[in-house]
């Protein structure tokens, strides 16, 4: 079983529709990510968590919301999906070095 | 100015050669630098890390860091078609701050 399991792994919504993305790891990390990756521009950030009670923005939390249920469980939420909300998300658990990502989901917003 | 620089390709180049992927970085703070190799459809994963300047070898990857020219380097020996991937450099100032990413690097490595 992967260490970082990211569902669905692909996902056609409506502009306007709330969507959730679910993310659960067995490394036991206390850190979890959300990132989204677009063609030339990298891994951005969206919301970080240390541990289950601390919630942090990233660089590009407009639009997203996340949820931090365990410490295995992060999930990020799309209150009113968006076209340039298209992309490919990432989850990733680390520890103090290593980042552990998930297999990503392909997300388009029609 | 980005903090992290990182020309996306995509750099194609012959079975066997030897390559070289570059990134360059703007914040004198950072400390840690990492190369993440990506597949296709495939989330990033840590291929090699390294603190403060100096190289690292790792089999046919040697991870190289500047920090008095904020230039990391990663290459690449007798490169092999299974090396066809996306590498991302990763760096940050230490344990409790962001990873800053790289766009990433698309190579081919052509049979």
């Known amino acids: 079983d992967a260490d970082v399991t990211q569902t669905p792994r692909n996902r056609i919504t409506k502009t306007g529709k709330r969507i959730m993305l679910e993310c659960s790891q067995t490394?036991?990390?206390?850190?979890m990510y959300w990132y989204r990756q677009d063609p030339g521009l990298g891994l951005r950030l969206i919301y970080y968590?240390?541990?289950?009670?601390?919630?942090n923005k990233g660089e590009i939390s407009d639009g997203y919301s996340v949820s931090r249920q365990a410490q295995a469980k992060f999930s990020l939420s799309l209150e009113s999906a968006i076209p340039n909300q298209t992309a490919l998300y990432f989850c990733a658990t680390s520890d103090r070095t290593e980042a552990f990502f998930g297999q990503g989901t392909r997300l388009t917003v029609v | 100015q980005k903090e992290v620089e990182q020309d996306p390709g995509p750099l194609s180049v012959p079975e066997g050669a030897i390559v070289s992927l570059n990134c360059t970085y703007s914040?004198?703070?950072?400390?840690?630098f990492m190369w993440y190799r990506q597949y296709s459809r495939k989330g990033p994963e840590l291929l090699m890390y390294t603190y403060s300047s100096g190289n690292k070898e790792d089999g046919r990857f040697t991870a190289q860091v500047d920090k008095s020219s904020k230039y990391i380097s990663l290459f690449i020996r007798d490169s092999q078609p299974s090396d066809s991937a996306t590498y991302l450099c990763a760096i940050n100032q230490g344990s409790n701050y962001q990873l800053i990413w790289g766009a990433g690097t698309k190579l081919i490595i052509k049979p």
């Open positions: 968590s240390f541990d289950v009670k601390d919630i």
């Open positions: 490394k036991g990390h206390d850190r």
């Open positions: 914040n004198s703070a950072f400390q840690y």
